[in-house]
């Protein structure tokens, strides 16, 4: 079974560092914060998803690094920011793979969504050392697409209502969430 954590941070700036030693889900929820996180999978054959999400109002940062630390580990990054107004948003996302850990899965997904004309930047980083990795990583900074808005629009949905249903399924990225954890979290992305 999998370990599962909740964090959600409400406009402070924290730093977090985790001994991952079981198969781990994190979900982290950030408003208006700054948060410095470091994970070493410690164990073979472990896992770690990690589901980050946040709604940036003031100039913030999001710093993460992976260290692969034994053979055949597996972290998955998910990384959705939405800037809201002309801010700075700064992602720095880093999976290291030493020379002596092989067989390990090291990937990212990076997404921020500036709803005005706000100031973001993601750096993925992979600093691998092993032939025998398999690792991606992805960036995106934009805005949500009209042929989305479009399309939902055509269907009868109004535009606010739109982008409420594209808000929420970007930031809440995973069907296996329990809405009940994140309360705070949901009540915000009501007020964009």
């Known amino acids: 079974m999998n370990r599962v954590l909740y964090i959600v941070d409400d406009n402070d700036n924290k730093n977090y560092k985790y001994d991952i030693l079981e198969d781990t889900v994190i979900y982290h929820f950030s408003i208006n914060s700054s948060s410095n996180v470091e994970i070493h999978l410690s164990k073979e054959d472990v896992s770690l998803y990690y589901y980050y999400s946040n709604i940036n109002y003031d100039s913030n940062s999001f710093f993460i690094k992976v260290f692969h630390d034994k053979n055949n580990t597996h972290s998955e990054l998910f990384n959705h920011g939405v800037n809201v107004f002309n801010k700075k948003l700064d992602y720095r996302v880093e999976g290291v793979v030493p020379k002596n850990s092989s067989g390990c899965i090291c990937n990212q997904e990076n997404q921020i969504i500036n709803m005005k004309n706000?100031?973001?930047?993601?750096?993925?980083?992979?600093?691998?050392?092993?032939?025998?990795?398999?690792?991606?990583?992805?960036?995106?900074?934009?805005?949500?697409?009209?042929?989305?808005?479009?399309?939902?629009?055509?269907?009868?949905?109004?535009?606010?209502?739109?982008?409420?249903?594209?808000?929420?399924?970007?930031?809440?990225?995973?069907?296996?969430?329990?809405?009940?954890?994140?309360?705070?979290?949901?009540?915000?992305?009501?007020?964009i």
């Not at 409420?164 to 009940?180: A, R």
């Open 118 to 191: 706000g100031m973001s930047t993601i750096l993925p980083i992979l600093l691998i050392d092993n032939y025998n990795v398999d690792s991606n990583h992805g960036a995106y900074i934009g805005k949500f697409s009209e042929e989305k808005m479009f399309y939902m629009m055509s269907r009868g949905i109004s535009r606010e209502e739109a982008y409420q249903l594209l808000l929420n399924g970007f930031l809440i990225n995973s069907d296996s969430i329990e809405l009940s954890q994140i309360d705070l979290f949901l009540k915000e992305i009501k007020k």
